[in-house]
């Protein structure tokens, strides 16, 4: 089971969308890039039918929003491709995700 969770992590790529920070004043607005400083992170029983949800992880520079992919990986969690249409939050496995 340890190793579909493996491959399962690398499941979900989230990316940030809107990097921009505000300078103070009067000053043109500035784009910052966050930072991650706590990973993002993937909950729920890689099981057909249950769902799988991220967690953001924790950013500074305060992104504005988050963008979603789901990845189908290998066992090792490398040769990654995307699920076509699995941009949503959430996710729940098929058959071919977990064997």
Do not use: E
């Amino acid at each position: 089971m340890k190793s579909h969770l493996r491959g399962l992590s690398a499941l979900l790529a989230v990316s940030l969308v809107g990097l921009g920070a505000l300078a103070g004043g009067s000053q043109a607005a500035q784009k910052v890039a966050p930072v991650n400083t706590a990973p993002p992170t993937i909950s729920g029983t890689p099981t057909v039918g249950q769902t799988l949800t991220p967690n953001n992880g924790t950013w500074s520079n305060s992104p504005t929003s988050f963008a979603y992919q789901w990845l189908r990986c290998n066992r090792g969690g490398n040769s990654c491709a995307s699920i076509a249409g699995a941009t949503q939050k959430w996710n729940s496995p098929a058959l071919v995700d977990i064997c």
